[in-house]
């Protein structure tokens, strides 16, 4: 096992390697080759993962500090709009709705995640990488928003499809909450009220 996973490392190294040349002689860019390479030979060794247990615990506080990197280099990138030439109301809002976006996750790793459970850990790595992938996307398409008019529509589409993508995976990682937050077919919305209490509420996903 660990040899082929070492050989598929090392050929997605290779192409990532390759990628540079090729994108500066030829124009041809090989990144997303290599990272749908590395998908298809993990996909392939499943049967595999699948029967050994990880430390979850450990797993999950790897995961968040992938995302926290993440959220800090979108921050990062945002603090380049602010200054006097650039709109106002765009600078606070996008900062305003990453910081939104990590709040939420943050939430649910401290009070929802269940760190104890036993698990493969695939499908939680799989989100993670859906994660990232969601929030690069969504810096890419602020830049585009401020880069010229021509680009605010793909900019826009771009922008909810990732919006929707990131708390499409914060919803999938409802299988890896504690027993009492598992929404078992209906989605569970927390509401935090003045006093500090926490309530829960249960909306029939189906019938």
Not at 79 to 102: D, P, Q, R, T, W
Not at 106 to 124: P, W
């Amino acid at each position: 096992m660990l040899r082929t996973d070492f050989r598929n490392f090392f050929l997605e190294a290779v192409l990532v390697l390759l990628s540079i040349p090729f994108y500066y002689h030829f124009g041809l860019i090989l990144s997303p080759i290599a990272l749908l390479f590395g998908y298809i030979a993990r996909f392939f060794m499943l049967n595999i993962f699948s029967k050994k247990m990880v430390d979850f615990a450990h797993l999950s506080e790897r995961a968040l500090l992938l995302v926290i990197l993440t959220f800090g280099e979108s921050i990062i990138s945002i603090s380049s709009y602010f200054h006097h030439e650039k709109n106002f109301f765009f600078n606070i809002s996008s900062f305003a709705i990453v910081v939104g976006m990590f709040l939420h996750y943050a939430f649910f790793y401290d009070n929802v995640l269940n760190h104890k459970r036993s698990s493969t850990g695939q499908f939680y790595i799989l989100l993670h990488v859906l994660f990232i992938l969601c929030l690069n996307t969504i810096t890419v398409a602020f830049e585009l928003f401020i880069k010229a008019e021509k680009y605010f529509l793909p900019s826009t589409v771009l922008f909810a499809l990732a919006l929707l993508g990131f708390y499409a995976c914060l919803l999938g990682m409802n299988h890896y909450a504690k027993p009492v937050y598992q929404s078992h077919g209906t989605l569970i919305k927390v509401c935090i009220g003045t006093d500090g209490t926490i309530y829960s509420i249960r909306v029939p996903l189906y019938g």
